[in-house]
């Protein structure tokens, strides 16, 4: 029963790169979220899904791209990455009819 | 947006001491989440509240569902060091995508 997979976990990248980080959950929940987690700054919202091939933004989109092909997976984009980009990132998801959500272990990214 | 100040930011306690920590809102939810997160690891989901006034224990913690649906705390009785890590409360305004909040976290260590 692995939950929320979420890959890699860990980057380290130079500033103009691109990457994409994967997440991918087999519980069939509807909806898919990803956090960063900054210290100080508790867990804030990027983008988020409802559902297969629909995303939305969350508090802090900018500089993120997200897709979700497949209702299993939620791919979270960095197009050129910035320092401020550095932070350990997050995936969630949750289904229709519980609030409770269930995290992924993170992915730890770098930008130099 | 909507903000959860969670308090206190971090405690540093004896072994076998009791913990107490809350949440308060200046919106009203209807949810009341608590995690926990181990280093490295994800948030992991501890008890989950859903009707003001709700005091539900799970082993060692029990949580409260404020009367005014704005508050929320927990407690930990006589703490032992794997109870050392993050503390994260969350409000949720309804079931669906993004309605979760998360406070900034306690950060709870132990001395032996």
């Known amino acids: 029963n692995a939950g929320v997979t979420q890959t890699p976990k860990f980057r380290v990248l130079k500033t103009g790169q691109s990457m994409t980080l994967l997440c991918a959950q087999d519980?069939?929940?509807?909806?898919m979220y990803w956090y960063r987690q900054d210290p100080g700054m508790g867990l804030r919202l990027i983008h988020y899904?409802?559902?297969?091939?629909?995303?939305a933004k969350g508090e802090v989109p900018d500089g993120y791209n997200v897709s979700r092909l497949k209702k299993q997976n939620f791919l979270l984009g960095l197009e050129s990455a910035a320092p401020s980009q550095t932070s350990v990132y997050f995936c969630?998801?949750?289904?229709?009819?519980?609030?409770?959500?269930?995290f992924g272990s993170g992915t730890r990214l770098t930008v130099v | 947006g909507q903000q959860l100040n969670q308090s206190p930011q971090s405690m540093f306690i004896q072994e076998g001491e009791d913990v107490s920590m809350n949440c308060t809102s200046s919106?009203?939810?209807?949810?009341w989440l608590w995690y926990k997160q181990d280093p490295g690891e994800g948030p992991v989901l501890l008890i989950a509240?859903?009707?003001?006034?709700e005091l539900t224990s799970n082993g060692r913690l029990t949580a409260q569902f404020g009367i005014t649906r704005k508050d929320s705390f927990l407690n930990i009785s006589a703490s032992i060091p794997s109870d050392v890590g993050i503390y994260f409360c969350?409000?949720?305004?309804?079931?669906?995508?993004?309605?979760?909040?998360f406070g900034q976290g306690t950060r709870l260590t132990i001395n032996p």
């Open positions: 969630a998801s949750s289904d229709r009819d519980r609030g409770s959500y269930t």
């Open positions: 519980m069939n929940h509807e909806y």
């Open positions: 899904s409802v559902g297969e091939g629909t995303t």
């Open positions: 919106s009203i939810f209807n949810t």
């Open positions: 509240l859903y009707k003001a006034g």
């Open positions: 969350a409000g949720q305004l309804g079931l669906g995508a993004q309605k979760l909040v």
